[in-house]
């Protein structure tokens, strides 16, 4: 079945630094979706990528989809305390597995003031 | 209230328990999910449902048991659970239930099995 990897894990960084996540599919996909969870919370939706090469900023932040729609990036400037959580994304590859959202593990970051 | 309510916040029960997780969205949303978060692992799709109806269980124990009354409210019948099923379970919905439709999470329910 499909699958989806995101690296890395834990991600630790003092504030002002910059911070990135990746996200790999086995499978093209037709849409992406990124969602945060701050610590005790929920998760939170943030963006959808749909097209190849797609790239779309809010604020500091900035999310890619790959040229070929299989992998995807988050990137954000100059961390802040309030950045803090867990970034997700999930993948949807449409065909047979149209309607399912598959989640990757997310990245914990952490920042230091 | 807007948004996606669940109830209990925290639930602590025995393996012999019955117990019940409720859920309410008040979005208009036509389909509604649960998924399992644990520790170290990616959201687990459990049940979704469309118009009331169930479109996928995701190979789930027959001790979790859905129940979709209308498309407001989703339940989750919880018997005879193990340890292992400690965990917080997430309610979500969203208009439909195209891949391209965006997740609105509800706070979860922490539970925890004795």
């Known amino acids: ?113 | 209230e807007t948004g996606v309510t669940q109830t209990p916040r925290h639930l602590v029960m025995g393996m012999t328990n019955k117990k019940s997780l409720k859920c309410e969205q008040h979005l208009g949303h036509n389909a509604m999910y649960w998924y399992k978060q644990s520790a170290k692992k990616p959201l687990e799709l459990m049940f979704v449902y469309n118009f009331k109806e169930q479109t996928e269980n995701n190979s789930v124990p027959s001790r979790f048991s859905p129940e979709c009354p209308n498309s407001s409210h989703l339940f989750l019948h919880l018997h005879t659970l193990q340890p292992e099923d400690s965990a917080l379970y997430l309610c979500a919905s969203s208009p439909g239930t195209s891949g391209a439709n965006v997740l609105t999470f509800g706070a979860g329910s922490r539970l925890t099995v004795l």
Not at chain 1, 49 to 70: M, P
Request: aromatic share 10%; with cysteine; net charge positive.
């Open chain 1, 1 to 113: 079945g499909q699958q989806v990897m995101q690296i890395p894990q834990y991600q630790h960084v003092q504030e002002g630094e910059d911070f990135t996540t990746y996200c790999n599919s086995s499978t093209t996909l037709s849409n992406i979706q990124w969602y945060k969870q701050r610590p005790g919370g929920h998760p939170v939706f943030l963006i959808q990528l749909v097209k190849s090469g797609e790239v779309k900023k809010q604020k500091r932040l900035t999310f890619q989809f790959g040229e070929a729609k299989k992998n995807s990036s988050l990137h954000i400037t100059a961390t802040q305390t309030t950045d803090v959580g867990t970034y997700f994304c999930a993948g949807n590859a449409g065909g047979t597995s149209y309607g399912k959202l598959t989640f990757g593990q997310g990245t914990i970051l952490t920042v230091h003031p």
